[in-house]
């Protein structure tokens, strides 16, 4: 015993260091997963207050630019209302009858409903490998995990740790989120990110017969976290991969992440019940 | 006026973490645009607080403390223990490098802390680069988690030691006391 004790003694910074070196490995591989956990993020209380004050001082230097950013995108939403205006969905129906969203015996079926909230972006990374955003809306606002995040331009990421009032979003630019996409003819990929640069995007596994050209816009589909046909970019450079006949395609993001101010946080009311439907057929 | 050195690094923990993430963070930079795919990246002065406790801190005190430091950084920039496993491994071999570099044992300096005026320039600079080129290494090694591109992981390194170095030296210019000797 005695002997145990001075071996203690002796080696104590030794085991010291090795005990918080383990502790850190620890969580390092716990965020290494997708899931992540929660033990450390910036949506906690403090860092998360301490951010907002920042951004609160730093609001005022942007106003101009986000004024700029909001007249254009009114701009781009007046043209949409203009076009759903000026098509004629029921012309062609036989039976002119008022839509009633809780008519559910109708066959025209609200295919999903999404709920839109803005939320102020506090902190912005670039530089690391799995960057993310704080923002000031959390589990209070009706946050929560796994939502998706846009700007007034493109994608911005999803959101992944939650507090009650601040809440951690992981940004496209990182190398643990991929996103679905599909290019103007219909053909499907995904994004993933090249860890370099901030405004290029990488679209890979297009199949070689699509038929892309530079400056096409490739958007969101349905499938994943976001709403359909939201922009992600624009076509840098197309790349074809002889290896497995795919090509890969480089592509400009539409967020500029360098000045990101306002962001929105999607809800889709039918995610849980297209979960639970998947879960439950993929255990058969 | 000698300030109490518990409140004098009390002080320094709190500026120096505030230093980080809310100026060094926000500023990316790049040393060239062209070629295109070279790495953006910040400079991680924070480590300038361990390199600065004085002389006489038990190693059990710098690995706590470093641990503290480098969950503090962690949780503000969602990088969960990769800066506190950085920082406790920087804790651990400062005593060994001041012991190489300093010609008498670390016990003799007494209410003194590492400095470019005790320690001369070139010691100070040599022990700072070393355990901060360390700091960076194990940092970005775990943030990449991956060797496949081990081109990407010595830029980030070495363009980031060298900004962080500039910074180092500027802040121990700036806060350092000049001579006293003018009453």
Known sequence: MRNFILFIRRFFNLILFLGLEIVSIVMIAHTKTLQGDDIVSSANFVSGHIYKEQSDVKYYFGLRKMNDSLVNENARLRIQLDQIHSKDTLSDSVVHRRLNPNDTTSHIVTYADYVYRSAHVINNSLNANDNYITIDRGSSDGITKNMGVISGTGIVGRVEHVSAHFASVLSVLSSKLTVSAKLKDGTFGKIIWDEKQPDVLIMEDVQQQAKVKKGDSVFTTAFSYFSPDILIGTVLKIEQIKKNAMQRIYLQSSTNFHSLQYVYVIENKMMPEKKQLEDSSAKK | ?183
């Open chain 2, 1 to 183: 006026m000698i300030m109490n050195v518990y409140l004098k690094n009390i002080l320094r923990f709190c500026i120096i973490v505030l230093l980080q993430v809310l100026i060094l963070n926000k500023i990316n930079l790049r040393w060239w645009s062209e070629p295109a795919n070279f790495p953006l990246f910040i400079p991680y002065v924070y480590p300038l607080f361990i390199l600065l406790l004085p002389f006489e801190t038990p190693v059990w005190a710098l690995l706590i403390l470093g641990f503290i430091l480098g969950i503090t950084v962690d949780d503000f920039m969602n990088t969960a223990g990769m800066h506190a496993c950085a920082t406790v491994l920087i804790a651990y071999l400062r005593t060994n490098v001041l012991n190489a570099l300093l010609p008498r044992n670390l016990s003799e300096y007494t209410n003194q802390q590492p400095s470019m005026k005790v320690m001369g320039l070139m010691p100070f600079l040599v022990y700072s680069a070393f355990l901060i080129i360390v700091h960076h290494l194990v940092f970005f090694t775990f943030e990449l988690w991956s060797l496949s591109n081990i081109g990407t992981l010595l830029l980030k390194t070495v363009a980031s030691a060298i900004t962080s170095m500039i910074f180092i030296v500027v802040y121990m210019l700036l806060f350092t006391r000049q001579s006293v000797s003018r009453t």
